[in-house]
């Protein structure tokens, strides 16, 4: 006897929608408060991370730590075509050249181009530098400027070579500026005023927009010496102290070895010795 399979039993679709949108519903519950939960960490998390790697926060650490750099900014010349000073200062250079080895300066018997011109011959400046320091501070708070010195980096034999000076040109004026005596153990560094006589210059304020201007004329090297500055500040509370030098190096200022046989200056289309 044949048996007849049994039929399956279909469900209605009325039901079986029904039975879709109720399970839809059940896994929306059970799944929403873990997206919103993920969606309100991952906003948090993202805040957290903007804040840490934001300016504000670094800026924070860096008061802390004291990796801020210093309120005040310095901007160093030391090509004197680039400024004009009072000081009665013409630029003599040693390089290490016989004469005849030496081509026409710039400008003849003046300075015009002579720095730059001297320094692509390797010369160093020769019996004295002058330099020109410009200080201003970082934004409009105001920085006190407490003091400034003068730091012997080393001190080497004077120099062989030839010096390269001028004729008639008369000593540096008694006007307002920096002088640093090379020729003392310690050197020494002192303001002159406009009566020219040593003053106390210090503090001074500066800020962004309000800036000091020094030049410094260093003079009677003892041999060849390598030199920087120290200036001392105040700002916000806190105490600093910030080096000048020639863009990461020492200033130099040398003395010639037998200046007198080795000095020349340019007249008449030619090299001549004093």
């Known amino acids: 006897m044949a048996v007849s399979p049994r039929k399956r039993r279909r469900r209605s679709p009325r039901k079986a929608k029904r039975t879709s949108t109720t399970s839809w519903w059940r896994r929306a519950l059970d799944t929403w408060p873990?997206?919103?939960?993920?969606?309100?960490?991952?906003?948090?998390?993202?805040?957290?991370?903007?804040?840490?790697?934001?300016?504000?926060?670094?800026?924070?650490?860096?008061?802390?730590?004291?990796?801020?750099?210093?309120?005040?900014?310095?901007?160093?010349?030391?090509?004197?075509?680039?400024?004009?000073?009072?000081?009665?200062?013409?630029?003599e250079f040693i390089?290490?050249?016989?004469?005849?080895?030496?081509?026409?300066?710039?400008?003849?018997?003046?300075?015009?181009?002579?720095?730059?011109?001297a320094k692509e011959m390797g010369g160093v400046d020769g019996r004295a530098s002058l330099i020109r320091v410009v200080v201003s501070g970082k934004d409009d708070r105001p920085a006190l400027l407490q003091g400034l010195r003068v730091k012997l980096a080393e001190r080497r034999p004077p120099l062989d070579g030839t010096l390269l000076t001028y004729t008639g040109i008369g000593s540096a004026q008694s006007v307002r500026f920096f002088q640093v005596d090379l020729g003392k153990s310690p050197p020494t560094l002192k303001y002159i005023g406009d009566e020219g006589e040593p003053e106390d210059h210090f503090p001074l304020r500066v800020t962004e927009s309000d800036a000091e201007v020094f030049d410094i004329w260093a003079a009677l090297p003892r041999g060849d010496q390598l030199w920087y500055l120290e200036l001392d500040y105040t700002a916000d509370g806190e105490q600093g102290t910030i080096r000048i030098d020639d863009h990461g190096k020492p200033f130099r200022t040398a003395q010639v070895s037998g200046s007198r046989e080795n000095a020349y200056f340019w007249f008449g289309g030619r090299w001549r010795q004093p």
């Open 34 to 91: 873990k997206k919103a939960a993920a969606a309100v960490g991952a906003a948090l998390f993202a805040s957290a991370m903007s804040y840490f790697f934001g300016a504000d926060f670094w800026s924070g650490v860096e008061k802390k730590v004291g990796t801020a750099g210093p309120p005040v900014q310095i901007t160093t010349i030391t090509d004197l075509d680039r400024f004009h000073s009072n000081i009665g200062h013409f630029p």
């Open 95 to 117: 390089v290490d050249r016989p004469i005849d080895k030496v081509s026409r300066p710039p400008s003849g018997n003046t300075p015009d181009g002579r720095y730059r011109w």
